[in-house]
């Protein structure tokens, strides 16, 4: 939603989010996953904090699994989505800053982001 303080997320998605049960099969977790890309802006980090159920999309033909660590993935996207912060709209004065990140592809495939804020 956007208005004159800036842009945050749909307050019935918020809600929506709330609700959301743990995937159990591939389908579920591809809708969820594709949910929370929309609102990836407002996540710093999103690509590695998804990562643990992210990679279980990788493992076709494998008997679906979800983990500990998918679990917690998922909860902390599910936290972080209803706590988003306001993205303000940029002014014309003020430093702007570039924020980047990217994994180590020796440990985790390849995850590239950034972020430009004022």
């Known amino acids: 939603m956007v208005d004159r303080h800036g842009v945050r997320p ?16 591939d389908t579920q977790l591809m809708s969820f ?9 407002f996540i710093k980090g999103y690509a590695n904090k998804v990562y643990p159920m992210q990679k279980l999309m990788r493992n076709k033909g494998e008997k679906f699994e979800w983990s500990d660590k998918a679990q917690t993935a ?24 570039l924020d980047t990140d990217a994994s180590d592809a020796s440990v985790l495939d390849v995850a590239i982001s950034g972020i430009l804020h004022q």
């Open 33 to 41: 996953l594709g949910f929370a890309n929309y609102y990836r802006e």
């Open 74 to 97: 998922f909860e902390n996207i599910k936290r972080e989505l209803c706590e988003a912060p306001v993205l303000g709209m940029p002014t014309e004065k003020g430093t702007y800053v």
């Open 10 to 25: 749909d307050p019935e998605a918020v809600e929506a989010v709330l609700t959301w049960k743990a995937p159990r099969t």
